[in-house]
């Protein structure tokens, strides 16, 4: 099952913050989280894992509920380079990407 | 170290026609991920090899699609009398191991478009 994510799109001024879910019907081994921006590769931003471990980029901040089966990342004092497209992954031998929450951050 | 490399980076065939498209992964990686975006679209997972067997083959569209991986290295990802629908950018990532654990790697993707 395909996780969802809220919101579908976000436009924010620079240096302001976002949060964007990522909910999912099925019991979560781990979550990922990567950026694509337009015409390029997506790149690795985080994985919370169940049990608490997380492995990523030390400026970025996300939270893994495992009862709720619910995750967030947290884009604070947001800079025009986090513009692009945010997927969630709901991951255990493979990733199910949920359809992404686009990012438009303006000067 | 290289990235993942995949090829050729755009390919433009007729309808009815076979294409195969290579994806070389990052090396020691076991795992391999094959995915499909559609314009505007997310990340559709097809399938994916640990070393050269492919456990999951649950995403492949039709069974005009198939893949292979040799020598725990290449993979190619062969579309068989292509439609308008495939359509996509393919991409293809790998990891040190399956995806529960280990961040994925992407390549930059094949462009295919099918007149």
């Known amino acids: 099952q395909q996780p969802v994510q809220s919101p579908q799109a976000v436009i924010l001024r620079e240096g302001e913050d976002a949060v964007i879910n990522c909910s999912s019907s099925k019991a979560l081994y781990s979550v990922h989280w990567y950026r694509q921006k337009h015409g390029e590769a997506p790149i690795f931003l985080m994985i919370?894992?169940?049990?608490?471990e997380q492995k990523g980029h030390d400026k970025i901040s996300a939270s893994f509920n495992e009862k709720k089966q619910q995750s967030s990342l947290y884009l604070t004092a947001s800079q025009l380079s986090y513009s692009g497209t945010y997927f969630c992954?709901?991951?255990?031998?493979?990733?199910?990407f949920g359809k992404g929450t686009r990012l438009h951050i303006l000067p | 170290g290289a990235g993942v490399s995949q090829s050729p980076s755009n390919k433009v065939t007729e309808k009815g026609k076979d294409v195969e498209l290579r994806c070389d992964p990052i090396?020691?990686?076991?795992?391999l991920y094959w995915y499909r975006q559609s314009l505007g679209q997310g990340l559709e997972f097809l399938i994916y090899?640990?070393?050269?067997?492919?456990?999951?083959k649950s995403g492949l569209p039709s069974d005009r699609f198939s893949a292979e991986r040799t020598g725990g290295s290449v993979s190619t990802l062969t579309i068989q009398r292509t439609q308008q629908e495939d359509s996509a950018v393919y991409l293809c990532?790998?990891?040190?191991?399956?995806?529960?654990?280990?961040?994925?790697?992407f390549g930059p993707g094949t462009r295919l478009t099918v007149l």
């Open positions: 992954g709901t991951a255990d031998d493979k990733i199910i």
């Open positions: 990532a790998s990891s040190f191991g399956l995806a529960g654990a280990n961040e994925q790697f």
């Open positions: 090396s020691g990686h076991t795992a």
């Open positions: 919370l894992l169940k049990g608490g």
């Open positions: 090899f640990q070393g050269n067997s492919a456990p999951d």
